[in-house]
Protein backbone atom coordinates (compact mmCIF):
# COMPACT_ATOMS: atom_id res chain seq x y z
CA UNK A 1 0.00 0.00 0.00
CA UNK A 2 3.03 2.31 -0.11
CA UNK A 3 1.83 3.75 -3.40
CA UNK A 4 -1.35 5.03 -2.31
CA UNK A 5 0.55 6.53 0.58
CA UNK A 6 2.56 8.21 -2.06
CA UNK A 7 -0.30 9.43 -4.10
CA UNK A 8 -1.32 10.76 -0.48
CA UNK A 9 2.05 12.89 -0.39
CA UNK A 10 1.66 13.93 -3.95
CA UNK A 11 -1.37 15.18 -3.29
CA UNK A 12 -0.67 16.95 -0.28
CA UNK A 13 2.49 18.77 -1.68
CA UNK A 14 0.03 19.88 -4.33
CA UNK A 15 -2.58 21.29 -2.04
CA UNK A 16 0.17 23.36 0.03
CA UNK A 17 0.90 25.12 -3.74
CA UNK A 18 -2.18 25.72 -4.39
CA UNK A 19 -2.26 27.52 -1.04
CA UNK A 20 0.49 29.21 -0.71
CA UNK A 21 0.96 30.48 -4.47
CA UNK A 22 -1.52 30.70 -7.31
CA UNK A 23 1.20 32.14 -9.89
CA UNK A 24 3.19 29.05 -9.21
CA UNK A 25 0.55 26.79 -8.75
CA UNK A 26 -1.24 28.29 -11.92
CA UNK A 27 2.68 28.09 -13.73
CA UNK A 28 2.68 23.79 -12.85
CA UNK A 29 -0.57 23.16 -14.07
CA UNK A 30 0.45 23.87 -17.53
CA UNK A 31 3.63 21.73 -17.22
CA UNK A 32 3.45 18.25 -18.69
CA UNK A 33 1.28 15.77 -16.64
CA UNK A 34 4.03 13.17 -15.91
CA UNK A 35 6.20 16.12 -15.04
CA UNK A 36 3.62 18.51 -12.63
CA UNK A 37 3.80 15.76 -9.09
CA UNK A 38 7.82 16.13 -9.24
CA UNK A 39 7.54 20.31 -9.05
CA UNK A 40 4.81 20.33 -7.12
CA UNK A 41 6.89 17.67 -4.14
CA UNK A 42 10.12 20.18 -4.55
CA UNK A 43 7.86 23.50 -3.82
CA UNK A 44 5.99 21.73 -0.71
CA UNK A 45 9.64 20.82 0.49
CA UNK A 46 11.07 24.30 -0.02
CA UNK A 47 7.65 26.37 0.94
CA UNK A 48 7.75 24.27 4.15
CA UNK A 49 11.24 24.92 5.25
CA UNK A 50 10.53 28.67 4.36
CA UNK A 51 7.86 28.86 6.70
CA UNK A 52 9.92 27.80 9.26
CA UNK A 53 11.79 30.82 9.08
CA UNK A 54 9.60 32.94 8.40
CA UNK A 55 6.26 33.01 9.86
CA UNK A 56 6.39 30.19 13.22
CA UNK A 57 7.79 33.02 15.14
CA UNK A 58 5.84 31.66 18.63
CA UNK A 59 7.88 28.57 18.19
CA UNK A 60 11.69 27.68 18.16
CA UNK A 61 12.46 27.99 14.90
CA UNK A 62 16.44 26.56 15.15
CA UNK A 63 14.62 23.56 16.42
CA UNK A 64 12.35 22.65 13.78
CA UNK A 65 14.09 23.57 11.14
CA UNK A 66 16.45 21.04 12.78
CA UNK A 67 13.67 18.53 13.03
CA UNK A 68 12.83 19.03 9.25
CA UNK A 69 16.25 18.46 7.95
CA UNK A 70 16.98 15.19 10.39
CA UNK A 71 13.45 14.03 9.07
CA UNK A 72 14.34 14.84 5.65
CA UNK A 73 17.51 12.62 6.24
CA UNK A 74 15.71 9.67 7.98
CA UNK A 75 13.40 9.15 5.32
CA UNK A 76 15.85 9.45 2.86
CA UNK A 77 17.22 6.72 4.26
CA UNK A 78 14.64 4.63 4.92
CA UNK A 79 13.18 5.18 2.28
CA UNK A 80 10.00 6.41 3.51
CA UNK A 81 8.75 9.55 5.66
CA UNK A 82 5.71 9.78 7.25
CA UNK A 83 5.60 13.52 6.91
CA UNK A 84 4.10 13.56 3.35
CA UNK A 85 5.23 16.54 2.24
CA UNK A 86 9.28 15.26 3.16
CA UNK A 87 7.87 11.90 1.61
CA UNK A 88 6.79 13.32 -1.80
CA UNK A 89 10.13 15.27 -2.40
CA UNK A 90 12.39 12.35 -0.96
CA UNK A 91 10.81 10.27 -4.12
CA UNK A 92 11.25 13.02 -6.49
CA UNK A 93 14.94 13.03 -5.19
CA UNK A 94 15.71 9.36 -5.91
CA UNK A 95 13.55 9.45 -9.18
CA UNK A 96 15.22 12.51 -11.31
CA UNK A 97 19.34 11.94 -9.06
CA UNK A 98 18.56 15.43 -7.38
CA UNK A 99 22.05 15.74 -6.00
CA UNK A 100 22.34 16.49 -2.05
CA UNK A 101 25.18 19.31 -2.45
CA UNK A 102 21.47 21.37 -3.89
CA UNK A 103 19.41 20.41 -1.02
CA UNK A 104 21.94 21.26 1.30
CA UNK A 105 22.85 24.65 0.14
CA UNK A 106 18.90 25.54 0.25
CA UNK A 107 18.91 24.53 3.95
CA UNK A 108 22.09 26.06 4.46
CA UNK A 109 20.59 29.50 3.13
CA UNK A 110 17.93 28.51 5.20
CA UNK A 111 19.56 28.35 8.54
CA UNK A 112 21.07 32.28 7.86
CA UNK A 113 17.55 33.55 7.79
CA UNK A 114 17.23 32.28 11.49
CA UNK A 115 19.86 34.94 12.46
CA UNK A 116 21.75 36.40 9.87
CA UNK A 117 19.85 40.20 9.21
CA UNK A 118 22.25 41.98 6.57
CA UNK A 119 24.04 41.31 3.92
CA UNK A 120 27.19 43.68 3.56
CA UNK A 121 28.54 42.14 0.60
CA UNK A 122 28.21 40.69 -2.84
CA UNK A 123 29.56 37.29 -1.78
CA UNK A 124 27.57 36.99 0.98
CA UNK A 125 24.82 37.96 -0.87
CA UNK A 126 25.18 35.80 -3.88
CA UNK A 127 25.60 33.07 -2.01
CA UNK A 128 22.04 33.10 0.07
CA UNK A 129 20.88 34.02 -3.76
CA UNK A 130 22.30 30.37 -4.38
CA UNK A 131 21.04 28.75 -1.77
CA UNK A 132 17.81 30.02 -1.48
CA UNK A 133 17.01 30.28 -5.33
CA UNK A 134 18.93 29.06 -7.68
CA UNK A 135 19.22 25.42 -6.38
CA UNK A 136 15.86 25.37 -6.45
CA UNK A 137 16.20 25.89 -10.23
CA UNK A 138 18.52 23.22 -10.71
CA UNK A 139 16.47 20.69 -8.74
CA UNK A 140 13.48 21.65 -11.19
CA UNK A 141 15.35 21.82 -13.91
CA UNK A 142 16.36 17.90 -13.25
CA UNK A 143 13.24 16.57 -12.94
CA UNK A 144 12.69 18.87 -16.68
CA UNK A 145 15.47 17.09 -18.62
CA UNK A 146 14.99 13.71 -16.97
CA UNK A 147 18.25 12.26 -16.80
CA UNK A 148 19.83 14.08 -19.96
CA UNK A 149 23.01 15.37 -17.96
CA UNK A 150 24.48 16.88 -21.49
CA UNK A 151 20.84 18.80 -21.46
CA UNK A 152 21.37 20.19 -17.79
CA UNK A 153 24.96 21.20 -18.07
CA UNK A 154 23.61 23.27 -20.82
CA UNK A 155 20.79 25.04 -19.37
CA UNK A 156 22.19 24.81 -15.64
CA UNK A 157 23.66 28.20 -15.70
CA UNK A 158 19.80 29.99 -17.40
CA UNK A 159 18.00 27.93 -14.67
CA UNK A 160 20.36 29.54 -11.92
CA UNK A 161 19.68 33.08 -13.67
CA UNK A 162 15.98 32.35 -14.04
CA UNK A 163 15.97 31.56 -10.09
CA UNK A 164 17.92 34.73 -9.03
CA UNK A 165 15.53 36.64 -10.92
CA UNK A 166 12.59 35.22 -9.27
CA UNK A 167 14.04 35.80 -5.77
CA UNK A 168 15.07 39.00 -6.45
CA UNK A 169 11.70 40.24 -7.22
CA UNK A 170 10.36 38.36 -4.45
CA UNK A 171 12.94 41.02 -2.03
CA UNK A 172 12.13 44.11 -3.58
CA UNK A 173 7.72 42.78 -3.37
CA UNK A 174 8.47 42.13 0.36
CA UNK A 175 10.73 44.70 1.26
CA UNK A 176 8.15 46.36 4.05
CA UNK A 177 7.39 42.78 5.70
CA UNK A 178 11.37 42.15 5.60
CA UNK A 179 12.24 44.78 7.20
CA UNK A 180 9.82 45.45 9.64
CA UNK A 181 8.73 42.56 10.32
CA UNK A 182 11.88 39.81 9.73
CA UNK A 183 14.72 42.86 10.35
CA UNK A 184 15.87 41.67 7.05
CA UNK A 185 17.98 43.41 4.40
CA UNK A 186 19.49 41.23 1.32
CA UNK A 187 20.84 44.00 -0.69
CA UNK A 188 24.18 44.72 -0.28
CA UNK A 189 25.03 48.35 0.16
CA UNK A 190 21.73 49.09 -0.08
CA UNK A 191 19.99 51.46 2.70
CA UNK A 192 16.29 49.64 1.92
CA UNK A 193 14.72 52.06 4.43
CA UNK A 194 15.33 55.15 2.18
CA UNK A 195 15.72 53.18 -1.23
CA UNK A 196 16.61 56.24 -4.06
CA UNK A 197 15.79 55.84 -7.50
CA UNK A 198 19.67 55.25 -8.21
CA UNK A 199 19.82 52.22 -5.89
CA UNK A 200 16.43 50.80 -7.16
CA UNK A 201 17.20 51.03 -11.24
CA UNK A 202 20.78 49.30 -10.43
CA UNK A 203 18.15 46.78 -8.85
CA UNK A 204 16.23 46.56 -11.57
CA UNK A 205 18.83 46.40 -13.85
CA UNK A 206 20.05 43.41 -12.44
CA UNK A 207 17.12 41.63 -12.17
CA UNK A 208 16.11 42.54 -15.83
CA UNK A 209 19.62 40.91 -17.01
CA UNK A 210 19.09 37.85 -15.22
CA UNK A 211 15.29 37.38 -16.62
CA UNK A 212 17.16 38.08 -20.14
CA UNK A 213 20.06 35.42 -19.92
CA UNK A 214 17.31 33.14 -18.69
CA UNK A 215 14.92 33.30 -21.70
CA UNK A 216 17.24 33.55 -24.52
CA UNK A 217 19.71 30.82 -23.05
CA UNK A 218 17.11 28.86 -21.01
CA UNK A 219 13.41 29.45 -21.41
CA UNK A 220 13.55 28.90 -25.56
CA UNK A 221 16.11 25.73 -25.14
CA UNK A 222 13.66 23.54 -22.67
CA UNK A 223 12.45 20.11 -23.50
CA UNK A 224 8.69 20.44 -24.48
CA UNK A 225 7.46 19.34 -21.76
CA UNK A 226 8.39 21.81 -19.61
CA UNK A 227 8.72 24.87 -21.82
CA UNK A 228 4.98 26.52 -21.61
CA UNK A 229 5.26 26.26 -18.07
CA UNK A 230 8.15 27.79 -17.05
CA UNK A 231 7.30 30.78 -19.44
CA UNK A 232 4.44 30.99 -17.78
CA UNK A 233 6.16 31.76 -14.54
CA UNK A 234 8.67 33.89 -16.47
CA UNK A 235 5.97 35.85 -17.29
CA UNK A 236 3.95 36.24 -14.27
CA UNK A 237 7.57 37.78 -12.32
CA UNK A 238 8.29 40.08 -15.37
CA UNK A 239 5.13 41.79 -14.67
CA UNK A 240 5.40 42.17 -11.37
CA UNK A 241 8.61 43.59 -12.24
CA UNK A 242 7.02 46.14 -13.95
CA UNK A 243 5.01 47.07 -11.61
CA UNK A 244 7.85 47.64 -8.88
CA UNK A 245 9.43 49.77 -11.56
CA UNK A 246 6.21 51.93 -12.09
CA UNK A 247 6.13 52.49 -7.88
CA UNK A 248 8.68 55.34 -6.84
CA UNK A 249 11.21 54.41 -4.43
CA UNK A 250 9.81 56.45 -1.61
CA UNK A 251 6.69 54.52 -1.53
CA UNK A 252 8.06 51.08 -2.22
CA UNK A 253 8.22 50.06 1.27
CA UNK A 254 4.42 51.34 1.43
CA UNK A 255 3.57 49.05 -1.26
CA UNK A 256 2.36 45.39 -1.44
CA UNK A 257 2.58 45.02 -5.19
CA UNK A 258 0.76 42.01 -6.34
CA UNK A 259 -1.06 40.55 -9.92
CA UNK A 260 -4.84 40.00 -9.64
CA UNK A 261 -5.96 37.23 -10.81
CA UNK A 262 -7.52 38.10 -13.50
CA UNK A 263 -4.42 39.17 -15.18
CA UNK A 264 -2.62 36.03 -14.18
CA UNK A 265 -5.39 34.36 -16.51
CA UNK A 266 -5.11 37.07 -18.97
CA UNK A 267 -1.01 36.17 -19.29
CA UNK A 268 -1.85 32.64 -19.17
CA UNK A 269 -4.26 33.07 -22.38
CA UNK A 270 -2.09 35.41 -24.07
CA UNK A 271 1.19 33.44 -23.36
CA UNK A 272 -0.89 30.12 -24.72
CA UNK A 273 -1.64 32.32 -27.81
CA UNK A 274 1.98 33.05 -28.61
CA UNK A 275 3.24 29.65 -27.66
CA UNK A 276 1.37 28.06 -29.70
CA UNK A 277 2.23 30.33 -32.64
CA UNK A 278 5.62 29.94 -32.26
CA UNK A 279 6.11 33.64 -31.40
CA UNK A 280 7.21 33.63 -27.19
CA UNK A 281 8.73 37.13 -26.36
Same mark, same amino acid.
Given at each position: ????????? $????????????????????????????????? $??????????????????????????????????????????? +???????????????????????????????????????????????????????? =????????????? +????????????????????????????????????? +?????????????????????????????????????????????????? =?????????????????????????????? $??????????
Amino acid at each position: MKELFDQVS $YTCSKLVTKKYSTSFSLATRMLAPEIRSAIYNI $YGFVRFADEIVDTFHEYDKEALLLQFEKNYYLGLHQGISLNPI +LNSFIHTVKKYNIQDDLVQAFLKSMRADLSKKEYETQEEYDAYIYGSADVVGLMCL =RVFVNGDEKKYEE +LKDAAMRLGSAFQKVNFLRDLKEDIEELNRSYFPNVN +LRELNNESKATIIKEIEEDFQYAYTNGILKLPVEAKFGVYIAYKYYKRLL =RKLKSVPSSEIMDSRVRISNGLKISLLMRG $YARYKLNLLE
